[in-house]
């Protein structure tokens, strides 16, 4: 189909020639695209594509090179899998909203744990105070799990949360509670974070030396791959870079070196690449430009099937499939006339439906200053529904596959991709190029380009540099935080650690502690630990002892 | 001759978001200052004590996750404690819903910056204070 014998294309591109000639094609200068830091042409025509092989290059969907996307009739049946963010506050306020995201139709739990849960503080570390409950929900032990699933069919939903660097101490709570209920961890379906380097690389709520970070990434990979059949124990998050500054490039490149680094941690212990390879998850980050996105899903899905084949000898054909799921970055949403943030996230749906997402946790218009609102999180709940459900842009499979532009981005894209990770893997690696800070000073200086873009209004944002409307300025529901909840919660912990078995925590604390020291896989031990109300923090600390603590490079 | 002004750029509590800070700090070099940054998550125990031991005349601070008024009231607390409260300036910017914005400056702190605030004021408030 792409390919055209040789006197086709040269009379093909005499008469691109001529067509440019005669209506001055490209005389009011190049159009830049910083995804791919390309210069896009005016029009693309088969003998850009000259080279393409169907079979070879897209082929069929669930086949590889899985071009054209990992399932056969990927989302014309149903619907990808909807969510939204939402954890705010303490478990019952958290739990309550969940209720209602539940019978407005969400088939999945999303916990978004507050910073102090994130760095293994408790609720009562007076480092903590100013921060519990803020930007999500506090979890200090398992008490706080009970009450989140009270009422929730824990066995029927899966669960994921973006702990990163805990996300072991997290799901080793989340099986202590199912299993207390009588469920037992081969039943429990969903997706943890668990990816270090992309948050030591983005948002830094890193608590342990990358080594150990990564050390502990491994052990949940493999608890999982043995017990939890249904479970994703890693999301390697694109989303901690893209937010956090850096272009579509750096993303997937960064990534898949990430992904690489947790893969052959697993294969020095020993564990099979085809017991590994279908366990781990992404989640990707994607900006309004339509085509590019839908470009990079279709390239990182056949960079990834050709790495995982070529590189790591796989043989399953799960083994080979790139799943993500995607967010519209909440960076392209301002905070000006904010409702038009609704317009922006839908440009996001479709981009990366088009590129065959699978799962899109969409961002309420208001994420980016605010904690969203009931209201919001419907909307954007709603967002996905219309487009996936009412725009029909799900009929076919991979409808821009064959598009001359499109095939041509994601052949570039792929190749651009590739010699990211090999720039990293010549550097030393993820751990050293984020030790030294060579990755978070490329983001860094990405995200200062993209700001001065906007500043100078070469990047337009309607309403912030261009249409500007003079506006009753917009009282954004800023969520008031409560100190009583935070009193309360507080209360609550200490309530729990008054009243549990003091010496079976002390215990399986100092069996987690000689297990962390010895190398074993620590995940049993902190399932014993949660089990027994030992708190997050405590856990924490007994790790800590021995991994020793994150320093970060402080990068300007 | 322009004095060097010396500035610490302090990201204030557990919030690891710290672009803004690091992209105001940047822009603060560009314009000729110096500046110390001190990393992410300090107590404001460690901002009060890097302001000391860097001999700076502002401290600029970034908050997005809205512990901005019990942190910055700290700080401030502290400086006090020291006898350091019109020596050290102390400047604010970030998430900062707009009826916090009046209890800052109430509370003693010499200027606010809210998000989007456009980068010229940033950088003429700077020019005017190493004038």
Not at chain 1, 67 to 81: K, L, N, V
Not at chain 1, 285 to 308: D, P, Q, T
Not at chain 2, 39 to 67: C, F, T, W
Request: charged fraction near 25%; proline fraction near 5%.
């Amino acid at each position: 189909m792409m390919t055209m014998n040789s006197e086709d294309l040269q009379k093909l591109i005499k008469a691109e020639e001529e067509w440019k000639k005669s209506f001055k094609v490209g005389s009011k200068g190049p159009v830049m695209s910083d995804d791919l830091e390309i210069e896009i042409k005016p029009i693309y025509t088969p003998a850009d594509v000259k080279d393409l092989d169907y079979m070879d290059n897209l082929g069929f969907p669930a086949l590889y090179p899985f071009t054209r996307g990992p399932y056969a009739e990927m989302s014309r049946h149903g619907p990808w899998r909807y969510s939204v963010f939402s954890g705010f506050g303490t478990a019952e306020e958290t739990n309550a909203r969940w209720k209602i995201l539940y019978d407005a139709g969400q088939r999945s739990l999303n916990l978004a744990p507050d910073l102090p849960t994130h760095l293994g503080l408790d609720s009562d570390d007076p480092l903590a105070y100013e921060e519990v409950g803020r930007v999500g929900m506090a979890v200090d032990t398992i008490k706080d799990l009970e009450i989140l699933f009270e009422g929730l069919p824990l066995d029927e939903l899966p669960f994921s949360s973006n702990m990163e660097s805990l996300a072991p101490i997290i799901c080793a709570m989340y099986i202590a509670v199912a299993e207390k209920k009588g469920i037992p961890a081969h039943k429990l379906a969903g997706t943890l974070s668990n990816d270090p380097l992309s948050t030591a690389s983005g948002k830094q709520t890193v608590v342990f030396p990358l080594d150990k970070c990564v050390r502990l990434t491994s052990d949940l990979i493999e608890y999982c791959s043995k017990n939890m059949p249904k479970f994703y124990p890693v999301n390697i998050k694109g989303v901690n870079i893209r937010e956090g500054g850096c272009n579509m490039v750096q993303e997937i490149g960064f990534i898949f070196s990430f992904a690489c680094t947790y893969i052959d941690e697993c294969l020095k212990r020993g564990l099979d690449i085809d017991e590994i390879a279908p366990k781990l998850s992404f989640f990707c980050c994607g900006g309004l430009h339509i085509f590019e996105e839908a470009a990079k899903y279709r390239a990182a899905r056949r960079l990834w099937g050709r790495l995982l084949k070529e590189k790591y000898g796989v043989h399953k054909r799960e083994s080979m499939i790139f799943r993500f799921t995607s967010i519209c970055n909440p960076r392209e949403f301002h905070a000006e006339m904010p409702e038009i943030n609704l317009v922006r996230g839908a440009c996001g749906i479709i981009g990366a439906a088009l590129g065959g997402s699978q799962g899109m946790l969409h961002p309420a218009y208001d994420e980016t200053f605010a904690i969203p609102t009931e209201k919001s999180c419907l909307l954007a709940l709603a967002s996905q529904q219309v487009i996936a459900e009412e725009s029909n842009i799900t009929k076919t499979v991979d409808p821009l596959g064959g598009s001359y532009y499109v095939e041509y981005l994601t052949d570039l894209a792929e190749e651009k991709f590739a010699a990211k990770m090999k720039e990293v893997a010549d550097y030393g690696g993820p751990i050293k190029a984020i030790e030294d800070g060579y990755i978070q000073r490329q983001i860094l200086e990405n995200f200062i380009k993209e700001e001065k873009a906007i500043n100078t209004g070469e990047k337009v944002v309607v309403g912030r540099n261009k249409y500007k409307v003079a506006q009753e300025e917009t009282d954004m529901a800023v969520h008031v935080h409560n100190y009583d909840s935070t009193k309360k919660q507080i209360q609550r912990t200490l309530q729990v650690k008054a009243e549990r078995d003091g010496s079976a925590v002390e215990t399986s604390l100092e069996r987690l502690n000689s297990a962390a020291r010895s190398g074993e896989n620590v995940m049993p031990y902190l399932i014993e630990c949660a089990k027994n109300y030992a708190s997050l923090g405590e856990m924490t600390g007994a790790l800590q002892e021995v991994y020793g603590k994150y320093r970060e490079p402080r990068i300007i | 001759m322009k004095k060097r002004l010396r500035v610490l750029v302090a990201k204030p509590g557990l919030d690891g978001h710290d672009l803004g800070a690091r992209l105001i700090a940047r822009t603060l070099i560009e314009i000729g200052a110096e500046v110390v940054y001190t990393g992410r998550q300090q107590s404001p125990e460690q901002v009060v004590e890097a302001a000391v031991q860097e001999d700076v005349q502002v401290i600029g601070m970034s908050y997005l996750s809205g512990a901005h008024m019990g942190l910055t009231g700290k700080i401030i607390e502290l400086l006090k404690e020291k006898g350091l409260e019109k020596e050290i300036l102390v400047v604010v910017g970030g998430l900062i819903p707009k009826p916090d914005l009046l209890q800052l400056e109430q509370m003693g702190v010499a200027k606010v910056f809210p998000s989007r605030s456009p980068v010229e004021d940033i950088v003429g408030y700077f020019n005017k204070l190493q004038a």
